[in-house]
């Protein structure tokens, strides 16, 4: 089955700096987005992205989260300015058309960790 | 509000049991609910899915999953666990129009040899 790849699998940063989270969708994919799980919490809704747009977002996707797809193959979540409670693993997907109840695939995710 | 639970936190079983995992949702229209699977150091994967027809669903890896209306529960089966199942597992539920899936808190599964 095809893959969405994550990187870097772990990051550790220091409160205030930028980081970047890498994904890398399947590759006839139109559709992208991201979660978030803090530990012990849910799996959170952040964003979807379409057509070099932010099709929706939640509420927890604030001016400090920016999301790209800077070429035709990665695309990534920007934090600018990290806090300690954006510590979370971080799950990039894809789907194929965008219909609401496809099947998403995810990534293995990349754990954040805000010190 | 629009929730999910997942009553269970850890569940543990014994290899060649039955499994069934519980999922409760709350959530005004016509949901689209999932079940997605995590093994460690891998991404989410979908095991199965129901949006409308029939109200038992069958997935991969020889799970099921029973949309009960009444109950606005989606349980997750199994009737043989094998020791490759042990893993984490989440509830979801979406609607249509938004990919703004709300998921639970998970339910971790351990098999005994």
């Known amino acids: 089955e095809p893959e969405v790849t994550q990187t870097p699998s772990h990051q550790v940063t220091q409160m205030g700096q930028e980081v970047i989270l890498r994904c890398v969708p399947i590759s006839n994919h139109l559709y992208f987005y991201w979660y978030r799980q803090i530990l012990g919490q849910k799996v959170e809704f952040l964003v979807s992205f379409y057509n070099n747009e932010i099709s929706e977002k939640s509420e927890i996707f604030d001016d400090q989260f920016s999301v790209e797809r800077p070429d035709g193959s990665n695309f990534t979540l920007k934090i600018r300015s990290t806090k300690l409670e954006d510590s979370a693993m971080y799950f990039c997907?894809?789907?194929?058309?965008?219909?609401?109840?496809?099947?998403?695939?995810f990534g293995s995710g990349t754990q954040l960790s805000v010190l | 509000a629009q929730s999910v639970t997942q009553p269970d936190i850890h569940i543990t079983v014994s290899e060649g049991a039955s499994l069934e995992l519980r999922c409760n949702y709350s959530y005004g229209a016509t949901p689209y609910l999932f079940w997605y699977v995590q093994s460690p150091g891998q991404g989410l994967q979908l095991l199965l899915k129901?949006?409308?027809?029939?109200?038992l669903v069958q997935g991969i890896k020889g799970f099921e999953a029973e949309f009960k209306r009444s109950q606005s529960s989606f349980n997750l089966r199994k009737p043989s666990v094998h020791w490759s199942d042990a893993a984490e597992y989440f509830c979801?539920?979406?609607?249509?129009?938004?990919?703004?899936?709300?998921f639970g808190t998970g339910t971790r599964l351990k098999v005994l040899a």
């Open positions: 997907a894809s789907s194929q058309t965008g219909v609401t109840n496809e099947k998403l695939f």
């Open positions: 979801a539920v979406g609607r249509s129009g938004t990919y703004k899936y709300i």
């Open positions: 129901y949006f409308s027809g029939d109200t």
